[in-house]
């Protein structure tokens, strides 16, 4: 029996029945064809969320037209009677795994742009501009080249029957359901917002008029399909921009439309504020169920059911509903990273969970156009090739050297394949330097990751571990591997300058690992990802922080998602970590570091230590000791070239699952 009967029991919801309460949230993957229609890749990756054992498969973000709902490449366009047909083989992928399948609809608004609706000027409520692309045009140098046109009643008329002939598609398809986009700052949400409803007519002003859209909208859908699709309906509980919805106008307007809809999905904030995207999906930096509170007040003040979203795992999940604070979670990352995870969870098998770092690499490749990928799960998105992993023909020996996130996965890979393979690290443990960026108190996630790539890589069959052990050439040569794989990481940069290796100068890794103690007052030389990191560390000990780098502004952290940037950057702010950015540092005193600014002008920054973050440099004296050992040698992961863990993972992926 499983440890979580709440989520494992079934749930109805208009004429739909669901087996379980867990709903795959939308996310686009960006694996549709530029002109919006299902490709093989879409089919096999929904295909594998379904096989995982969720109720609900929610297709992330799709257009209601390519005309003026476009608001991201690879979206599906719903807006075409040619795109039915794949959608229902879509739904059929789907519906094979006992999962209800479902859509979230959507019309970007004023969150479109020129360049996905072919050179046409995107329509809103009001003329304005996402404050997203004014950024982006602001960090790129120039000024916004378009405006926005505010919508005439034919445009509204317009695209009020587009929703509900989206919906009839649906319906054809054999969706049983669709999700209503109204959060986030698109279309619905747009009309509902004082924030970006600006209008005079009977569209604007007070919040039953603002509501005015969304109710024709959502009463031509039922028109047109009846009953038989349910309805949820996306909203942001709280827009968190001060002209915005809040809580308490929020509910007022749920309660306008809930006779209309069967499901209310309870998200927050506003893609086109970035400030805001952080708490709409959090990064690893923010607590778990951050938003579960305003799902709970929400079911408490309105009729119809209620989801809740928000990096959630699956113990919260069963926790919230048993205490009926929702009746449905929905979550998607966890899921990218092991799309078994709710099979797992049902079955117990908790320790084969491969965990989510909640690094939203998957959000940042989409956010991009590239098709979705994820750190830690090196198949997600490509899984027309690597449906299964198959079998090695001809098994072989396989020697690894080095323990670190390459070393361990190339291990579990091929040994998975049928090789067999003996891993050495001198270290007496496993984890190389990834034990250094899941130290801190913040980057549990990580630490969870670690620890599960761990045991895994120690209980896969035909891995033997060799710790405290150094591999040299003659030990390598005793083995007669077949293949050898370098995975030995990199080393520190440290800079060639005055002072480098005085007292007070420390290196970051050996600061969040507790190696080494920093004073009160503290410079970080480098404003990279583990730099904006070890800064964010100690000034959460009440230390004062500042942070140098020869980069730009714009260009802070920029080794990082930019959500995953957005969060961090803005904890950093909130606990007085100062920037002195376009600076390079010339010396190291007792007292602190002198630096010279692209004016040429020299500063003395005060500090009782210095650390260093300034990146890694492969060893290529150590690399190329390993080559002509055995008849094939790979380097992988950071020996290969200094990156990050999502470069390590899919490095060693690639090379395991082909020799």
């Not at 299902?38 to 929610?58: C, H, M, P, Q, W």
């Not at 970080?524 to 020869?550: S, W």
């Not at 570091?593 to 003395?604: A, F, G, Y």
Request: charged share 25%; net charge negative; proline share 5%.
């Amino acid at each position: 029996m499983t440890k979580y009967q709440n989520v494992f029991s079934p749930f109805r919801f208009g004429n739909v029945e669901v087996k379980n309460r867990i709903e795959i949230a939308p996310a686009i993957p960006c694996l549709a064809t530029p002109d919006g229609f299902v490709t093989r890749e879409l089919i096999e990756y929904y295909k594998s969320l379904a096989r995982g054992g969720a109720g609900i498969v929610t297709i992330g973000d799709s257009a209601i037209d390519f005309e003026y709902a476009k608001d991201h490449e690879h979206q599906l366009n719903f807006g075409d009677d040619k795109a039915i047909a794949g959608l229902s083989t879509l739904v059929e992928a789907i519906h094979r795994f006992g999962a209800k399948a479902s859509v979230e609809l959507n019309h970007g608004g004023r969150f479109a742009e020129p360049r996905t609706l072919g050179g046409k000027s995107p329509i809103a409520p009001t003329s304005l501009p996402s404050e997203t692309a004014m950024m982006w045009a602001e960090m790129h140098g120039r000024k916004l080249d378009y405006t926005v046109t505010e919508m005439t009643q034919e445009h509204i008329d317009m695209v009020v029957d587009h929703y509900a002939e989206a919906c009839h598609r649906c319906m054809l398809a054999g969706f049983e359901m669709v999700m209503l986009h109204g959060a986030h700052g698109h279309m619905l949400g747009q009309f509902s917002s004082p924030y970006t409803n600006k209008r005079t007519d009977r569209y604007g002003g007070s919040l039953q008029n603002r509501a005015q859209f969304a109710i024709e909208v959502l009463n031509a859908v039922r028109k047109k399909v009846g009953d038989k699709l349910a309805i949820e309906y996306r909203i942001s509980a709280d827009e968190l921009v001060p002209e915005g919805m809040h809580e308490e106008e929020t509910i007022e307007f749920v309660r306008m439309i809930q006779d209309k809809i069967d499901l209310l999905h309870i998200s927050l904030g506003l893609l086109p504020n970035p400030i805001t995207i952080p708490r709409m999906i959090q990064p690893t930096y923010f607590p778990h169920g951050l938003n579960v509170p305003y799902a709970e007040r929400f079911k408490k003040a309105v009729k119809v059911p209620v989801v809740a979203v928000g990096s959630i795992d699956m113990e919260m999940a069963d926790k919230i509903i048993g205490e009926g604070k929702c009746d449905i979670v929905a979550m998607v990352r966890p899921i990218i990273a092991d799309t078994e995870y709710v099979n797992k969870n049902y079955h117990g098998e908790f320790d084969e969970i491969r965990p989510c770092i909640r690094c939203n690499v998957c959000t940042n490749e989409v956010a991009q156009f590239y098709p979705i990928r994820c750190a830690v799960n090196p198949v997600i998105g490509r899984e027309v090739e690597y449906t299964y992993i198959r079998p090695a023909d001809k098994k072989k020996k396989v020697v690894i050297v080095g323990g670190g996130p390459a070393g361990m996965e190339a291990a579990i890979v091929a040994a998975s394949r049928g090789h067999q393979v003996t891993l050495y690290d001198k270290a007496d443990r496993l984890g190389g330097t990834l034990t250094l960026a899941a130290a801190a108190p913040f980057k549990a996630d990580m630490k969870k990751y670690l620890d599960w790539l761990m045991k895994k890589t120690q209980r896969t069959p035909g891995v033997e571990i060799k710790l405290s052990t150094e591999a040299t050439a003659d030990i390598i040569k005793a083995k007669k591997p077949d293949v050898l794989i370098v995975a030995i990481g990199a080393e520190p940069i440290i800079p060639d300058i005055p002072g480098v290796k005085n007292a007070n100068v420390v290196w970051a890794g050996d600061v969040v690992s507790g190696k080494a103690l920093t004073g009160q007052t503290v410079v970080v030389a480098g404003a990279g990802l583990t730099g904006c990191e070890t800064a964010l560390y100690l000034a959460q000990q009440g230390k004062k922080v500042t942070v140098i780098d020869m980069l730009g502004q714009f260009e802070i952290a920029q080794d990082v998602p930019f959500l995953n940037k957005l969060g961090l950057m803005g904890l950093l702010h909130e606990h007085g970590v100062q920037f002195k950015t376009e600076v390079k540092m010339e010396e190291i005193t007792k007292d602190g570091v002198t630096v010279i600014d692209k004016r040429w002008n020299r500063l003395e920054i005060p500090a009782d230590t210095v650390v260093l973050s300034l990146g890694f440099k492969t060893n290529k004296t150590a690399e190329k000791a390993f080559q002509g050992l055995v008849p094939d040698v790979y380097a992988i992961g950071d020996c290969a070239n200094p990156s990050n863990l999502r470069h390590a993972i899919h490095d060693a992926f690639n090379v395991a699952v082909e020799i």
